[in-house]
T-cell receptor, first 108, second 115 residues
Framework: GEDVEQSLFLSVREGDSSVINCTYTDSSSTYLYWYKQEPGAGLQLLTY?????DMKQDQRLTVLLNKKDKHLSLRIADTQTGDSAIYFCAERKTPLVFGKGTRLSVIA | NAGVTQTPKFRVLKTGQSMTLLCAQDMNHEYMYWYRQDPGMGLRLIHYSVGEGTTAKGEVPDGYNVSRLKKQNFLLGLESAAPSQTSVYFC??????????????FGQGTRLTVV
């Protein structure tokens, strides 16, 4: 997991936007992923972006990709208490490489 | 669809005991992985397999062995458990090339405590 870096914690108020950032090192990565892990569960794919895209929007989620800076971000609009989880960034390599995860806490 | 199934879900071992964790997937995926998750350490890759009969070491392979005798199963063995192996273990599987994004599918995890 050393190739992908994320901040470990983020705390936001309910209704605000959350932005989780990630940096990766391999400019040839074709896909980049965001996974969500709820307490006591495995990881589930939240969204992904192909490397030829700059942005992808899916309901409350917006993924931004800056290939020049190798920076990936996940924005969650109108953050809810149900969004409290650990969010992992990952890049498509063999094997998949994950960051350490960002624990998002939503304050009601 | 069962997806990725791990057994057991919980286990307590004494130091020096051995055990095998089983991972089964029904999605015909070529690739399978074993990770461990510890607080503040994220996911660390133990071993992985790119196909039946093949295995490779990941980031933290010491103290573990694996086998992939059948495409759908990936076994993780601990020959002599140590307290440092107390962790939550996750199995995952994926296609070899991006198909529908090429994402990995995860099992629900095995919580192992070594005392």
């Amino acid at each position: 997991g050393e190739d992908v870096e994320q901040s470990l914690f983020l705390s936001v108020r309910e209704g605000d936007s959350s932005v989780i950032n990630c940096t990766y090192t391999d400019s040839s990565s074709t896909y980049l992923y965001w996974y969500k892990q709820e307490p006591g569960a495995g990881l589930q794919l939240l969204t992904y972006i192909f490397s030829n895209m700059d942005m992808k929007q899916d309901q409350r989620l917006t993924v931004l990709l800056n290939k020049k800076d190798k920076h990936l971000s996940l924005r969650i609009a109108d953050t809810q208490t149900g969004d409290s989880a650990i969010y992992f960034c990952a890049e498509r390599k063999t094997p998949l490489v994950f960051g350490k995860g960002t624990r998002l806490s939503v304050i009601a | 669809n069962a997806g990725v199934t791990q057994t057991p879900k919980f286990r307590v071992l004494k130091t020096g005991q051995s055990m095998t964790l089983l991972c089964a997937q029904d999605m015909n995926h070529e690739y399978m992985y074993w990770y461990r998750q510890d607080p503040g350490m994220g996911l660390r890759l133990i071993h992985y397999s790119v196909g039946e009969g093949t295995t490779a070491k990941g980031e933290v392979p010491d103290g573990y062995n694996v086998s992939r005798l059948k495409k759908q199963n990936f076994l993780l063995g601990l020959e002599s458990a140590a307290p440092s192996q107390t962790s939550v273990y996750f199995c995952a599987s994926s296609y070899p090339r991006p198909v529908r994004g090429g994402e990995a599918f995860f099992g629900q995890g095995t919580r192992l405590t070594v005392v």
